[in-house]
Every structure is written in structure tokens, then in C-alpha cells.
């Protein structure tokens, strides 16, 4: 008796898809999060300012949003202040890639000021949530859907700044990225 073998057809599926990790913060300026930074003037009779800077990735290439933010949590107006906001979006869809520098002055943190603060850098990979219902607690740095899968990461530094109640003549720049 003669048997005939029949090759089995191979079975082509998707590979499966990558899990969505939590966007990546690194190379940190001007000192790593967690550390106290003393802002000092750059010379006398100016005000004291320093830029504070991350890099942000992103294996899965989300489109990442960031804020950066001074005295939060709680959220208390009149105290806690909104800096520079934006997206940062994967040129190839791909991986995500970039740097989130954010310029501290005086202007910024308000006068006048002479003691510590917290600022805070804040990335999700995921809508950020604009509900009233949330609390002070978590108003800037929870997502839209927490079921969607996405992630929010967060740097903070606490720094130290003093700043008279008048500007300095020689220095009138506000918050900004540079």
C-alpha cells in the first residue's frame, strides 16, 4: 500500500501587535528630577532663570501630549501656573523622539517670589481628561479614557528662586521655551 503525504498549507497571520508602553523621559537639565535646583542670576542685577529640559520617546509612536506646570498637585488658583503645553508627533509613525525644554524666570513663577516650588513636566501618550468632575488632585494629569490603555509620566524638580517685586532692567523675559 503506497501513502501519499500532503503538505498542510501554511497558516499567514498578523503578527501580533506591539503592547503600548508608557512614554520614556531621559537626559534631564539641568540636574535629574527629584533634586533641588537654586536658580541663580546669570550675573548681578539680573534675574535669576534656567531652563529645565527632557527628552521624551516613545517606542510605539503616539502622538505624545506635554505640560509643564509650577505648585501642582493640588491645583489652587492663584498659585499653580500653566507653562508651555503642546503635542509632540512621530515624523514616520514609528517612534517618537524629542526634547521639551521649558525656560524658568521670574515673569513665570510671579513676584515676588523668594522661596521653593515645584515644577512639574507632565507627558501622557493618550488624551488628557477636561472633565469639571475631576479633582485638584489629578485636574492636569489624568487621561480621558483610563481604559484606552495609555500612560501619563511625570518629572519634578523642586527649585529654589528669588525674585523682587520689581523687574530688574537688564532682564524682562517671560516663560517660555527657547
Known sequence: M???????????QDQPSVPNSPPYLSGYQPKPPGEIYTILPDKPGDDPQATFSANVSDINGDTLQYLWVLDYPPFKNGVTKLGNQGNITSPDGLATYAPIPFLVTCNFVGRPSDGTHQLE?????RALSTSPTLTADNVLDTLEDPNDGGFVVRANWLINISCSAVASSTSAT?????
Open 121 to 125: 513636566l507632565i507627558v501622557a501618550d
Open 2 to 12: 503506497s501513502a501519499c503525504i500532503i503538505p498542510v498549507a501554511p497558516n499567514f
Open 174 to 178: 517671560t516663560g517660555s521655551s527657547p
